[in-house]
């Protein structure tokens, strides 16, 4: 096959490079030398040498040439650059290119990952297979037995204040430089580890039950000797299994037989593609034929598949029975499959595993969890960062100024470890105690009940969000058809006006069927004269008629009727007597909008009850049945955008097509007319799903020609689907239009405002599904994602660069409108144009993505963070999303229909769309505000006594002394400030109320200026002005003795820290003034114990009291002063709101 492809100069290189280099071969894949070339063959000879050198990646990396015989004359150039750099090259971060070199080279030669091929199966004999397969077993797990502590230790320790705590506690064992007790050190870190390990050790326990249950479950196996049961995660490549009706696909399987006589069942896949419809999946017709179960061992057959993929939508292979004469050879498709994660809905099926574990599409379309770190911890983190380097600025001034004496380095060691209170260890228990806080608040929220937080450690990210990336089927919608609206040209019924039309329905089947009886033989050539001369204005009664018929008719839908009693020879029963009952009987179809249309009809008195591979029966109101047989059924793609179906009339053999489709695709197959482009505008601007229904007849010799032609395009080995269309096309001409019929999915509860709402809040929405572009688009226009005024521009499908290159253009001359891509389109343009496509969609106020794979939604997602560094927020919830939620800063999942696998996978799971609202205008903003006020605050308090550390040892000649030791810095730490400074959690700058009245104060947020290097700065003045006057103040106020200096420095500095809780607070809840009288309190009653520290006969004089007052009003007193000007000249914009 190879050699009938053209290979142009460029190619030819890369044909010979590909054994070589796999991963090149990716770029030019297009070259066909594989199972895909068939398809490339004629796009290749179409077009030109140039667009060939257009599909060429831009630039080759210098071992691009390296393989390639051709540029044998570039390998000395680009040998010699790499000369030229030598030292230079490793000191300017070659040393970093060569660790991580290093690092994954290991990586790959521990997990070296296999290369993925295509294999033969052959069916019910695992033990045949070449290879050795990966186990079918779920793991959901990041660590296992051996890697937790080490990964867990790994997690702290990357952030650099944990880091540094560490190695500050680690140098309290050499002797010389001890400056405190152990635990004054060692209690704070031990207590972050431990609390942090019972958290992870908690969640990976109840990962591991999970995959538990799922790989425990038990399916029957199909040997020689008869049935067995199995566990799921035993079953291997090549075993036939046997799923019964509602239980989970284990493994992807290839579908050999079913209890169905159809030989076709339905399957349920909302786990796995977020669509809820029902798929058909057909068996392969040579398995299916066999008489007896057991008869799958007595043929010699085996199953061909290509190797796995990411493509759920795409299968190839071949099913080949070799004892038979001569072979049978079946091409396999995807309707051929059955994916794991699906779950059987109709009959029973038996299929042969051609994947397994790792390799199933299921699991390949899901991404490893990662371990989400919010973005205030990385600023944090930077600040640390700062006040280590001034830390050890301040640590070599000190020892400068001492003069180099001694041994300086140890000296220099023990201002380290001195000011190391500067970079405070209660900061990360206090902030992750306050994240706590936050997570039992948003759950006890009764605003928004059944919330569920599941990560703990990101909830100030939600006040952060710029990017929120949704799903539509089941976020925005309910995914509940109901037929809005019939048009007739002339008339249009809306849904209170229904019961004309089913009273029209009675009237014309009465009518017809007392004809019938009455002169048979009259009532044919009279009605077929009347089909056949369109001419001739019908009545109103006769149009609906021929509309509700063809709805009734033009679709792909079956009725399924469950068995009561669910005895295997009553549904037998149940089948041969037809039992009609209304209520025992479900519609299934691929979309839910048809089977809308067909309740539709059932509900005005045209029912379908019958529906196999052939034929078609419908009930009339008066209670008789239509036969119709099915001559031809031409499916819808997204390509034709309509679907087709040829009946005849089992009583007058009149043989009809009837078409229904989208509105672009059928206005120009149906007659002229002037109301149809009008009236779809109409609907869609109502969010209405819009379909138009045409017929046309056609005598048995025009059927004959067609049906001739239509096979022999059928067996066409080259072109073959554009044959096909050709001979459709030539029918599908001059249709007769019947009517335009709106559908509306219906929104969630108050979607509309709480889209409004975020877009208030300054939060682009983009909306990625896998559902068809009309559909999207509807959707988008009806829950207003899409304002009524701005434009939407549709971005044309694109299939290579030049034509993505042109579309990018006409797309950039656009202002101000709505974007709407397909997934393919998107593939494309990321391909060559990544970057300018990501800006010029970062610019639109909304963005529709349709047609995405699981995968694509996670690539999405990575996309804007790379290229805005912004926070994003994926919500959705089917089994398609969880790659979204994970990859996403923030992942909500939502509980819905689709089951609980999304709002497990997420951060944090809601009931219903509209509680995203409240979950991120109050809980996020309060979060985000008071973690950034708890965290300065706790930093300050550091910095304070660093000061005062700082100065007392440049008065006392620079000794590297402590001030205050033992109890009184740790009890500093703890139990004199630690509860007014948390009660922090508990502020609040406007109610609730304002927050969600007033979105747009969110957008001050997204800036970052409740925590910046600018407030951090802030902060620093104060605390080293405050430090100062402390410290200076208790040397010049004391008399006697040092312990003095101690008494009154330590008790103004413990007044001054609770007073500037007080400044700190925005609005006072009642704890708040608990917490600050029971650390006083606190203190008061310790000075008792304190004997070691202070001079109990000082403490209790006047002198101590006003020299304390005196101090703490000095270094109080202007703060507050500037705090009040600050509100009269400058008020925050919230103040505003609440004055």
């Known amino acids: 096959m190879a050699d009938q492809i053209p290979l142009y100069p460029v190619r030819s290189a890369v044909v010979a490079a590909v054994a070589a280099n796999r991963k090149r071969a990716a770029y030019y894949s297009a070259a066909g030398s594989g199972p895909g070339g068939e398809r490339h063959n004629s796009r290749y000879q179409l077009e030109d040498e140039s667009s060939h050198l257009d599909e060429m990646p831009l630039m080759m990396s210098e071992e691009g040439f390296e393989n390639d015989e051709s540029d044998y004359h570039t390998l000395p150039r680009a040998r010699v650059t790499y000369r030229k750099r030598g030292i230079e090259w490793l000191v300017c971060g070659g040393w970093k290119f060569l660790c991580t070199s ?320 500067i970079i405070p260890i209660s900061l990360r228990v206090n902030l992750d105690m306050g994240k706590a806080a936050y997570g039992w608040m948003i759950m006890r929220d009764e605003h928004i009940p059944g919330t569920v937080v599941r990560t703990s450690t990101i909830p100030e990210e939600l006040g952060r969000l710029v990017y929120l990336l949704t799903d539509k089927t089941g976020t925005l919608t309910q995914n509940e058809m109901i037929f809005k609206r019939l048009h007739l040209g002339t008339v249009s019924y809306g849904t209170d006006t229904m019961d004309e039309i089913q009273n029209h329905i009675i009237n014309s089947y009465s009518q017809m069927f007392s004809q019938t009886s009455g002169n048979s033989t009259s009532s044919t050539p009279s009605r077929k004269s009347q089909s056949s001369a369109p001419k001739v204005r019908k009545s109103v009664s006769s149009r609906i008629h021929e509309a509700v018929k063809a709805i009734a008719l033009c679709h792909n839908v079956t009725p399924v009727y469950e068995s009561r009693a669910g005895v295997t020879g009553e549904t037998e029963y149940a089948e041969v007597d037809q039992d009609f009952s209304d209520e025992n009987r479900t519609y299934q179809a691929s979309s839910p909008d048809e089977v809308a249309l067909v309740q539709w009809t059932e509900s005005v008195g045209l029912t379908l009850v019958n529906r196999d591979l052939t034929s078609m029966q419908l009930k009339t109101p008066g209670g008789q049945i239509l036969t119709y047989s099915i001559l031809q059924i031409f499916p819808f793609t997204s390509e034709s955008k309509r679907m087709g179906i040829i009946v005849r009339d089992e009583s007058t053999a009149e043989i009809t097509f009837y078409m229904k489709g989208a509105d672009v695709a059928m206005s120009s197959i149906v007659q002229y007319n002037d109301w149809l ?139 101000d409108c709505a974007l709407v891509i397909a997934g393919d389109s998107l593939e494309v343009c990321l391909k060559y144009y990544e970057h300018e496509l990501v800006e010029l969609a970062c610019q639109c106020p909304a963005v529709v993505c349709c047609r995405c794979s699981p995968t694509q939604k996670a690539h999405i997602v990575k996309l804007l963070q790379q290229h805005t560094g912004k926070r994003t927020c994926a919500i959705g919830d089917g089994g398609n999303d969880v790659s979204m939620i994970q990859a996403a800063d923030c992942g909500i999942g939502i509980e819905g229909k689709e089951g609980k696998q999304a709002s497990l996978a997420a951060d944090f799971s809601i009931t219903q769309f509209k ?106 003045l104060i605390s080293i002005y405050q430090g100062g006057i402390l410290m200076y103040g208790a040397l010049v106020l004391f008399e006697s003795e040092f312990v003095h200096v101690v008494a009154i420095s330590f008790t103004a500095l413990i007044l001054t820290e609770l007073l500037m809780v007080a400044l700190t607070i925005r609005t006072w809840h009642w704890l708040m003034v608990v917490a600050e009288f029971l650390s006083l309190g606190c203190y008061v009653a310790s000075l008792a114990f304190l004997n070691e520290y202070f001079d109990v006969a000082f403490i209790t004089t006047v002198t101590f009291l006003w020299k304390v007052s005196a101090i703490t009003v000095v270094s109080c007193l202007p703060l507050y002063i500037l705090k009040y000007l600050k509100r009269k000249l400058s008020p925050p914009s919230y103040s505003k709101l609440t004055s």
């Open 102 to 421: 290093c690092c994954d080279w290991l990586i790959n030669v521990c997990r070296r990952k296999k290369e993925l091929k295509a294999r033969t199966v052959w069916l019910g004999c695992p033990e045949k297979c070449e290879e050795k397969y990966p186990r079918n077993s779920i793991k959901n797990q990041k660590y296992n037995l051996f890697t937790f502590i080490p990964g867990v230790l790994y997690e702290q320790f990357k952030f650099f204040l944990n880091l540094y705590f560490l190695v500050v506690s680690c140098s309290q064992f050499v002797p010389a430089l001890k400056i405190g007790y152990l635990y004054t050190y060692w209690a704070p870190l031990g207590f972050v580890l431990a609390v942090t390990m019972i958290r992870e050790a908690v969640d990976e326990f109840r990962r591991f039950q999970r995959d538990k249950e799922m790989n425990s479950q038990l399916y029957s196996k199909l040997t020689i000797r008869g049935k067995v049961q199995v566990k799921s995660s035993d079953i291997q490549v090549g075993d036939l299994i046997i799923v019964e009706k509602n239980q989970r696909i284990p493994s992807d399987m290839v579908f050999l037989r079913t209890s169905e006589k159809t030989g076709s069942c339905f399957i349920r896949t909302d786990q796995l593609d977020g669509e809820t419809d029902w798929k058909l999946k057909v068996a392969v017709s040579c398995t299916q034929r066999l008489p007896a179960l057991g008869d799958l061992f007595s043929i010699n057959a085996y199953v061909y598949a290509q190797k796995p993929q990411l493509d759920i939508h795409g299968f190839e292979g071949t099913f080949t029975r070799e004892d038979s004469d001569p072979p049978i050879h079946e091409s396999l498709s995807i309707e051929n499959t059955l994916w794991a994660s699906t779950v059987v809905a109709s009959g029973t099926v038996i299929g042969v595993v051609i994947y397994t574990g790792k390799e199933t599409r299921s699991v390949m379309n899901t991404s490893n969890p990662k371990n989400k770190v919010g973005l205030l911890d990385l600023e944090l983190n930077q600040l640390t960062k700062a006040l280590f380097l001034a830390l050890v600025a301040l640590s070599i001034v000190m020892v400068t100024l001492q003069g180099f004496v001694g041994p300086w380095y140890r000296n220099l060691f023990r201002f380290l470890l001195l000011f190391s209170y």
């Open 677 to 815: 482009e009008e009236e779809c505008g109409n609907m869609a601007r109502e969010g209405l799903r819009t379909l138009v229904v045409a017929k046309k007849s056609l005598t048995e010799e025009q059927y004959q020609d067609f049906e001739n032609r239509y096979s022999q395009a059928k067996l066409s080995i080259h072109d073959r689907t554009l044959k096909v269309a050709a001979v459709v096309e030539s029918v599908e001409r001059e249709m007769e239009l019947l009517c335009l019929t709106g559908v509306e999915d219906q929104l969630q509860a108050d979607v509309r405002p709480a889209l409004e709402m975020l877009r208030n809040a300054g939060i682009k929405i983009w909306m990625l599904t896998g559902d068809k572009l009309e559909t999207a688009t509807c959707i988008a226009k009806s829950s207003h994602l899409v304002s009524r005024t701005q434009d939407i521009h549709i971005f044309r499908p694109v299939t290579n660069r030049g034509e993505a290159h042109l579309e990018l253009n006409a797309f950039r001359r656009k202002h």
């Open 915 to 1020: 509680h995203i609202g409240r979950l991120l205008m109050v809980h996020g903003r309060n979060s985000y505000k008071r973690s950034a006020a708890l965290g300065q605050f706790v930093m300050h308090r550091g910095l304070i006594i660093s000061t005062m550390q700082a100065v007392f040892s440049s008065v006392f000649y620079f000794a590297s002394v402590p001030l205050y030791q033992g109890f009184l810095m740790v009890g500093y730490a703890t139990i004199y400030t630690m509860f007014p400074v948390f009660s922090l959690v508990l502020d609040q700058d406007v109610k609730p109320e304002m927050a969600l009245l007033y979105p747009e104060l969110y957008k001050d947020l997204t800036k970052g200026r409740s925590l910046s290097f600018k407030t951090f700065l802030i902060w620093v």
